[in-house]
């Protein structure tokens, strides 16, 4: 007689009987990594008692410094909607726009591939062969507020003055930042939307390290610090944060991550601080790259900028010492076809009559920005104006460009200050 063989039990009986099934580890890892993001994001209640405590800080900071009374109580913007999700949350605006900024997102990548290290070189040999030493948000912050101390100390040497951010607070805005710094989509920490309405909104935002955010939390910090700062306070985040990370972009990878062209094209929703926070110190560095300089004057070119702020900005740029990237932007600001004033027109030539005095030879950007200015504007200069440019193309001279340059001149048939014939007139005769 044969043995009798134990029947192998069914799977689920195993299962049930939990013989030879062990339970995984993956429930547990899962319910912890959700712990760990649910901690990031402090609960509704607690999160409004620390944005309030920050901002009694902020306020009471604000007070000794500025030596007023205090200040009724600050409520939070409606804009912030602490008790959830904002318009900031959205990961695009609308699909059209978004589609058209792409478009121009891969035109402008182009031009850019197309840069090479001949053109690098020969805007190099202008640059300031002493740039500005770049300096990280603390130690701006903490330059910004060393001087105003210096300042009260100056008029009230009995003031104290507490610069010292509470712990709770202080922990809050750090785990903040290390959400951005992992940051892709989706919500955003109320207190980092909230930041903007302190008064000590920049030492908040230290306390973030921008330096570590990831694009797509720049882009996301930009929305919102451009719609809610006070009037030009943005331009302190431009300088502060925007402009030091598209730089290191550009340095490390050669191109813009489009997050970081999103983000340029959201800050010239206020287009004064753009220009101070941005354009005018790439022009004052004296180390701005032929990429940087094309990017960023690309945004310019394809976004509406009111006359008044670009003609503004060209002035500044045109008594600027020159160094290769002036040019650009001076370009660009020319080729938008304003109705520009005739005190922004004067500078600009004064800007390259200054050359006569120059021997050494001038790049093509520079050639072309005085081609622009000719195409665009040869029917608004005086005759003694466009006599300094004729005299000047027999000292700088390009081979393609110059010919070009001298015709816009010499066949132009009006000048500045010309009587003009009107239609009446014609008819009467």
Known sequence: ????????????????EQQHVQPGQSNKAGKDRRRVVEDMFV??????KILAQARKQGED?????????????????????????????????DEEANKHLFDNFSSLEKTVMEINDEDEEDLRKFMNPNPKQRRTLADIICEKLAEKKTAMSEMMSEVHIEEDIDETVREHFIKIGEVLSHYRSGKLPKGFKAIPSFPNWQQLLELTKPENWTAASVYAGTRIFVSN???????????????????????????????LF????????KPGDFYEGIVLPLCEAGDCTLREATIVAGVVSQTSIPVGYSAAALILISNMDYNGANSIFMRAIL?????????????????????????????????????????????DLTKQQKSQILKLLTLHEHHEITPEIRREITQSKRCRGD???EDDDIAAN
Request: with cysteine; glycine share 4%; aromatic share 8%.
């Open 1 to 16: 007689m044969g043995k009798i063989k134990n029947q192998r039990k069914r799977l689920h009986d195993q299962i049930k």
């Open 43 to 48: 609960d509704e209640k607690l999160s409004k």
């Open 61 to 93: 900071l604000q007070k000794e410094i500025d030596g007023v009374k205090p200040k009724a109580k600050q409520t939070v913007p409606k804009q912030f909607n602490l008790g959830g999700a904002s318009h900031a949350d959205s990961d695009s605006d």
């Open 229 to 259: 700062l006070p009037k030009y306070q943005f331009k302190d985040f431009c300088s502060l944060v925007l402009l030091p990370r598209i730089r290191d972009d550009i340095l490390e990878y050669k191109r813009l991550n489009f997050h």
């Open 262 to 269: 999103q983000a340029l094209h959201k800050g010239i929703y």
């Open 335 to 379: 080729n938008k076809k304003y109705s520009l004033p005739l005190k922004a027109i004067d500078a600009v030539v004064e800007h390259f009559v200054r050359f006569m005095d120059v021997n050494e030879k001038m790049p093509v950007l520079w050639h072309q920005c005085l081609l622009t200015l000719a195409q665009r504007y040869k029917n």
């Open 419 to 421: 009587p003009e014939i």
